[in-house]
């Protein structure tokens, strides 16, 4: 029995540390998109040595291996659909090295963006990507799903931060790869390969990170429209301008409904979109960026109302509405396809417009919310999940909102990823050549497919 | 089942928001040490995939604070507290309770035994315990330990007098403005601040009574998932506060308070009883925490002056989270002392009753990262607003050297500050 002798060895190698208990493998069987795969054995390896001797034991016997983070994803990739071992990285949390003068810093890959923000900020320090988890999701995450945020517009996603990486391939080798260096062009770029790899080309241990100084300065405007397209309008007249916003966040008429309601925000009724700006720098800069603002949107259509927060607690308030709408979407109906698309910023309105057409098809309530300052909206199918006829209505109208998006030349994912929930899609999206591609690097690294098997349609 | 134990299933999203706030996590690591985990736990249990019993759980469920920071942070306000008592209850429905777990609801289900323990602990005390020399607060530990001799714990002060009911006890019907109930704690150990609190009202005219026949509320037996025992004691404390003549009844405990306030309702729907519910709910609306009375209902504001005391405060689980009480004691505490917040005032000291038997060596750690936090404000006092908060900070603070920093209740000081 080979499957015994695996077992046996990554006992010995962990003791306690390798878990096969039912109520243990259970803990390890889910992520946020609430599916559940159970795994046949969980792994909390707390070196690159054991992440190495595990993925010795599971190559010479064939077992599929999932490495997995804070279990905070939207689209399965930590999920082990094929069985095999969750690899879970949860204990290597650890600071490796921080270099305050060159603006760097080097974390195992277990560690939240939290918890390296609450580190680097008694030093100035930042570092950009701010996953609306980033509260909840590990770095290592953040590298597999190459993860943006709200501050992508200005400070791009999590790609653009990563110096060198240490992965262990799935034989168990393990390597250094990128470097420190500002220029460095020797060779192909094995960092960007295999950060949104989602791991399934190598398992990520440790990230060489470059972080930024935080702005001295944040002004939150809040600008509510009359109507959508004319806010669609504007978030791309604003780019237009030259003002790059740190964020620039866009919620519909129904999500506005949803959170007043929640909330009791005092929003107005006739209100069918609203944005939330965010504007950081110099204080002189803020202030100058934040005139040039408010004097375009003073000349824009469609404008009911807009407000500028005099402090931080009113940026504060006028985030909740932004913040809230998740949670808050349960009152409409208990299940929702939630799915973040991405359309260059020239299409914003036109997508809004095909979404808006969708649900009247479909006859499904569509929300939409997200970070319009990158082309990125959070498109949400809400359906009651005890009604099988909403059910197959919701899967029926996503799949026309990819189409739309592929139509318009964008993407079926800005930040979640791939994973299991959008595989059917990805081959539509880049072709079947890209495709292929991606099957012989696949198999480049990882011969015998046991790296997260099943994921990203490879 | 009751519905309302599903829709609190149903509400976790698996987001996995309750990992960044968890002190347990904090220190564990795992996933089945969070909310989340203890909620999918949960579902399996109830759709009958996996059993166990406590013995066999693995710490999974049991390795839990019940400090609902997690039901603070969530989104959709999944009430994991709830799920984990029912789940602990569900667990010995089907199995049995741990043989020291039943000998423990046996006694706090009876006054007189209760009271016979405190006696006998009181009698024997200079023989098993010794007083520690320059505490923060007056405290004791064993004299001698068999096994492990060098984790000497830090205890309460063992009293060999009267504990506080017997002190201040008058009949269940005398008309007062407010009833005292104290809570074990306070009650058999730190009697001192029960005194403090009759200081308190004598100096503001307050007329009080302090019901003899009040039993324990039942929190700790409830917590360790034992329903059936918890509610006798429950119907008890609701009958006798259905019956008492006073406008509020104050219970100086946090946890007590908390558990008969939010609690006896969970534990009448968990066993399905709506009348008993309903009684609950009513009952309810008399009880309150002591700083929150005094601030509200009281003008101890005005009178009180500033002591030369550097205070810093620490916010109890069952006083800033449950009974939403952290605004009152901090506008009392500025008025009376020299105060500077700590960072992570709201987080928990690691106690959880139980938790800190079951788990000494975590609660340590839990403590300790608290103990870092205070020592920064630079404060002589720290002052804690729940006698289990205070027995544990205690203890920390000893085992760490800072013994300069004494820990004080909220009331205590409050009472000194009415005499400067």
Known sequence: MSAKAALSRLKRLLGSRCLTDKLSRVQYSYDATQLQYEPDVVVLPESTKEVSEVLKIASKYRIPVVPRGWGSGFTGGCLNVRGGIALSLERMDAIVSFDQ???????????????????????????????????????????????????????????????????????????????????????????????GSEGTLAVVTEALLRLHPLPECVKTIQVIFNDIQKAAETVFTIMKNRIIPTALEFVDRAAINATREALQLDLPTDADAMLIIDIDGSKAQVEEETKKLVKLIKGSD?????????????????????????????????????????????????MIKKTQEISRRYRLPIINFGHAGDGNIHV??????????????????????????????????????????????????????????????????????????????? | MDKRILQAVEACVKCGICRGVCPVFREEKQEPFVARGHIALFAELIKGNIDFREETSKDYLYKCLLCTTCVEACPNDAPTDMIVEFARYHVIKHHSLPLYKRVMARVMKSRTLMDLAHRTSGLLSGLLFERIENAPREATRVRFTAADSDKMEVLPPVKSGRSFIQKYKTGSLERATVAIFPGCLINYTYTDVGDA????????????????????????????????????????????????????????????????????????????????????????????????????????????????????????????????????PRELIRAASNFTEMKG????????????????????????????????????????????????????????????????????????????
């Open chain 1, 380 to 458: 949400n199918i809400m359906y009651h999940k005890d009604n099988n006829d909403e059910k197959r209505r919701a899967i029926q109208a996503m799949d026309d909102v990819f189409k739309s998006v592929l139509q318009l030349g964008g993407s079926i994912t800005g930040e979640h990823g791939v994973g299991i929930t959008k595989k059917d899609y990805i081959e539509m999206q880049v072709g079947t050549p890209a495709m292929e591609l991606m099957r012989r690097i696949k198999k480049a690294f990882d011969p015998d497919n046991i790296l997260n098997p099943g994921k990203m349609g490879l």
């Open chain 2, 197 to 328: 609190f009759v200081k308190i009202l004598k100096r503001l005219g307050i007329s009080f009574m302090v019901p003899q026949d009040q039993p324990c509320c039942g929190a700790p037996i409830f917590a360790s998932g034992n329903l059936k025992d918890a509610e006798q004691l429950a119907k008890r404390n609701i009958e006798l506060v259905e019956k008492l003549n006073v406008e509020k009844v104050v219970v100086l405990e946090p946890t007590c308070a908390s558990f008969m306030i939010h609690e006896y309702e969970r534990l009448f729907m968990y066993l399905e009883q709506p009348e008993w519910e309903k009684r609950a709910r009513k009952a309810a609306e008399k009880i309150i925490d002591p700083v929150k009375y005094l601030f509200h209902f009281t003008q101890i504001k005005s009178k009180l002056n500033q002591t030369r005391l550097k205070t810093t405060y620490h916010d109890a689980c069952h006083l800033k989270r449950t009974q939403k009480v952290y605004m009152e």
């Open chain 1, 101 to 195: 003068e060159n603006m760097l810093v080097r974390v195992q890959a277990g560690i939240a963006n939290y918890r390296l923000q609450e580190f680097l900020r008694p030093f100035g320090l930042m570092f950009p990507p701010d996953p609306s988890s980033w509260k909840f999701s590990s770095i290592g995450g953040n590298i597999a799903e190459n993860a943006g945020g709200p501050r992508a517009v200005k400070y791009g996603v999590t790609k653009n931060w990563v110096k060198a990486l240490q992965i262990v391939l799935a034989d168990g080798t393990v390597m250094e790869i990128g470097s420190a260096n500002v220029k460095d062009v020797a060779g192909y770029d094995l960092v960007d390969l295999i950060v």
């Open chain 2, 345 to 420: 005032a709201d987080v928990c000291c690691g106690n959880g009753g139980t938790f800190s038997v079951d788990y000494p060596e975590l609660s340590k750690k839990i403590a300790s990262r608290k103990v870092k936090n205070i020592v920064k404000t630079d404060a002589d006092h720290l002052i804690v607003g729940c006698s289990a908060c205070m027995m544990q900070l205690t203890a920390a603070l000893h085992r760490e050297g800072f013994d300069g920093i004494k820990t004080m209740h909220t009331l205590e000081l409050l009472a000194m500050a009415l005499e400067v």
């Open chain 1, 302 to 350: 469609g404008v009911v109302d807009f407000k500028v927060a005099k402090d931080s607690s009113e940026a504060e308030e006028l985030w909740l509405a932004r913040r809230s709408i998740s949670p808050t979407l349960k009152r409409i109906a208990d299940g929702k396809i939630n799915e973040d698309i991405v359309v260059p910023l020239s299409k914003i309105a036109t």
